[in-house]
Antibody, heavy 120, light 108 residues
Framework: QVQLVQSGSEVKKPGASVKVSCKAS????????IHWVRQAPGQGLEWMGW????????NYAQKFQGWVTMTRDTSISTVYMELNRLRSDDTAVYYC?????????????WGQGTLVTVSS | EIVLTQSPGTLSLSPGERATLSCRASQTVTNNYLAWYQQKPGQPPRFLIYGASSRATGIPDRFSGSGSGTDFTLTISRLEPEDFAVYYCQQYGSSPETFGQGTKVEIK
């Protein structure tokens, strides 16, 4: 079955960067877009962007442009999300989610989430 | 940007009752590209409904979506204990795609 397994929790200082991984299995990795969504404590969902694992092409939400980088390694079926210049309000659970083969922002299957805590 | 407003904020119901959740958009949702997700505490969201009314694979038929244009509804015909959760709507017809703020369905 489809599985997305994310890397573990991180604690970072303000101004640092974090890189979260998402390893996919159970389907053709290059056939489906991967999205990243974050959720601050007690808050709603915020879409950050997607990556096309086949081409490596990306599309970031305007808020995150210049600030987030999504990459992939097809040899190990893994995508990465790196967020720079962290601030305290970036404290959140970060999810990867598999979408359709087209860049529609439908989030079919989700990783377990990675808690990123930004604190001095 | 399309703003999605969900109501009510919290719905207090008993198992077996019918739940009706509303999602209202500030502008017409293109092609009725409206989805619903369920989230339980400590878990990632679960994909329920797309295209306003199509159930995702494996979703029980007690969940149904309806609506068009700017007004959409998620109905749970008879609440099961596992249905008590937060529900989010999302529009994916216009960029930027947006989520509603969520409706919590709690046990009365």
């Amino acid at each position: 079955q489809v599985q997305l397994v994310q890397s573990g929790s991180e604690v970072k200082k303000p101004g640092a960067s974090v890189k979260v991984s998402c390893k996919a299995s159970g389907y053709t990795f290059t056939g489906y877009y991967i999205h990243w969504v974050r959720q601050a404590p007690g808050q709603g969902l915020e879409w950050m962007g997607w990556i096309n694992p086949n081409s490596g092409g990306t599309n970031y939400a305007q808020k995150f442009q210049g600030w987030v980088t999504m990459t992939r390694d097809t040899s190990i079926s893994t995508v990465y999300m790196e967020l720079n210049r962290l601030r305290s309000d970036d404290t959140a659970v970060y999810y990867c989610a598999r979408g359709p083969p087209e860049p529609y922002q439908l989030l079919w299957d989700w990783g377990q989430g990675t808690l990123v805590t930004v604190s001095s | 940007e399309i703003v999605l407003t969900q109501s009510p904020g919290t719905l207090s119901l008993s198992p077996g009752e019918r739940a009706t959740l509303s999602c209202r958009a500030s502008q017409t949702v293109t092609n009725n590209y409206l989805a619903w997700y369920q989230q339980k505490p400590g878990q990632p969201p679960r994909f329920l409904i797309y295209g306003a009314s199509s159930r995702a694979t494996g979703i029980p038929d007690r969940f149904s979506g309806s609506g068009s244009g700017t007004d959409f509804t998620l109905t749970i015909s008879r609440l099961e204990p596992e249905d008590f959760a937060v529900y989010y709507c999302q529009q994916y017809g216009s960029s930027p795609e947006t989520f509603g703020q969520g409706t919590k369905v709690e046990i009365k």
